[in-house]
């Protein structure tokens, strides 16, 4: 009796995803292409994907593994026009919104490197404000 292989990935590109063996994971820290993520509202789905991050990361101490969190890398697919979501999120809680913001912007950093984390948070918000004017 031999044992089957499992099936090798198909690229779909109608779907614009590649579909295995891990399809429909939750956890996977892999970053889809946001029109399989999202339907309807921009700002509706920011909130829902930042609340669920918000809940299941609250007691987590590695910023690493907040950032893996399949709604912080859906957040992420989402793109930059995500960003003033982000930056109001994080004025008001203050949260690890650095990463995210670092790749939204293009890899930029306005937060000098020996930066506190709070140091870091208030010059992007500072950099928010001047990208985006008031948050």
Known sequence: ?????????????????????FAGATHSPIVTRPSRIVRGNLESNFRDLAVRWHKET??????????????????????????????????????????????????????PDDATFDEAVDAWLKWGTEQYGAL
């Open 1 to 21: 009796m031999s044992a089957e292989a499992a099936p090798a990935p198909v690229y779909d590109p109608s779907a614009g995803v590649t579909h295995s063996p």
């Open 58 to 111: 609250k007691y987590w101490s590695s910023a690493t593994k907040m950032a893996m969190h399949p709604s912080y890398q859906r957040i992420i697919a989402l793109g930059e026009k995500v960003i003033p979501y982000i930056l109001n999120d994080l004025r008001l809680t203050r949260g690890h919104w650095l990463w995210a913001l670092y790749i939204l912007s293009g890899f930029q950093d306005p937060s």
